[in-house]
């Protein structure tokens, strides 16, 4: 079936540094790719989505990019800030399917 | 403003004592869905429903049950709870099951049984 595999956290990083989290998946169709964010105590808010190979999602300065051929969607930021730190979601949707499969998050913890 | 709405946020119960958590949502979407997230396996979804009286199993459906007799409400329904459901739960809607739109969560309800 369907799947989606981070990166271990937490990530350590200081404001500034640049970020990377790894992501990959498996799926049988053609899958639409997502992340989500989860600030503390809150519920998950889409951060960005690519809906075919190549696509580049972008949104508050993340970017992944949907490379079909690694299938990877690594989400990355040149300049993390405090108020990055969350946990992040690696998300897919596989064609004609109506539900999110959802890796295991990623925590990042931001110091100042 | 357009918002996923559950209650209650927390909760603690003991073993076999009915409850329901509520799910309501404001933006006339026709999906519903819950999840459960748990340490290291992430957020698995428990029922869904494309639309009024339409509700279907997700991947951890045991010991739960729903229903979906107005469009804005999705009730989550443990009836004999136990300690392995023990978890944080999300409600989720988005306009429609299929097709890449995004989903909405609710800020989650924590659950402990005792």
């Known amino acids: 079936g369907d799947s989606v595999t981070q990166m271990e956290g937490p990530v350590t990083l200081s404001e500034e540094a640049f970020l990377t989290i790894n992501c990959t998946y498996t799926?049988?169709?053609?899958?639409?790719l997502f992340w989500y964010v989860q600030y503390p105590g809150e519920g998950l808010q889409l951060l960005l989505k690519?809906?075919?190979?190549?696509d580049k999602g972008s949104n508050k300065g993340f970017e992944a990019t949907y490379r079909k051929e690694t299938t990877s969607f690594h989400l990355e930021k040149g300049s993390v800030q405090v108020s990055d730190s969350a946990v992040y979601f690696c998300a897919l949707k596989d064609t004609g399917f109506q539900k999110l499969v959802f890796g295991t998050g990623t925590r990042l913890l931001v110091s100042p | 403003e357009a918002q996923v709405t559950q209650n209650p946020r927390y909760l603690i119960t003991v073993t076999g004592k009915k409850l329901t958590v509520t799910c309501s949502q404001n933006m006339n979407h026709e999906y519903m869905s819950w999840y459960r997230q748990d340490p290291g396996l992430g957020l698995r979804q428990i029922y869904y429903s494309m639309n009024v009286e339409v509700t279907d199993k997700g991947d951890v459906p045991e010991g739960y049950k729903v229903s979906r007799k107005e469009k804005r409400n999705f009730p989550l329904i443990l009836e004999s709870p136990s300690p392995n459901q023990t978890s944080l739960y999300f409600c989720?809607?988005?306009?429609?099951?299929?097709?890449?739109?995004?989903?909405?969560f609710g800020e989650g309800s924590r659950l402990t049984v005792l």
């Open positions: 989720a809607s988005s306009l429609q099951g299929r097709g890449t739109g995004e989903l909405f």
């Open positions: 799926a049988t169709g053609y899958p639409s």
């Open positions: 690519a809906t075919k190979a190549d």
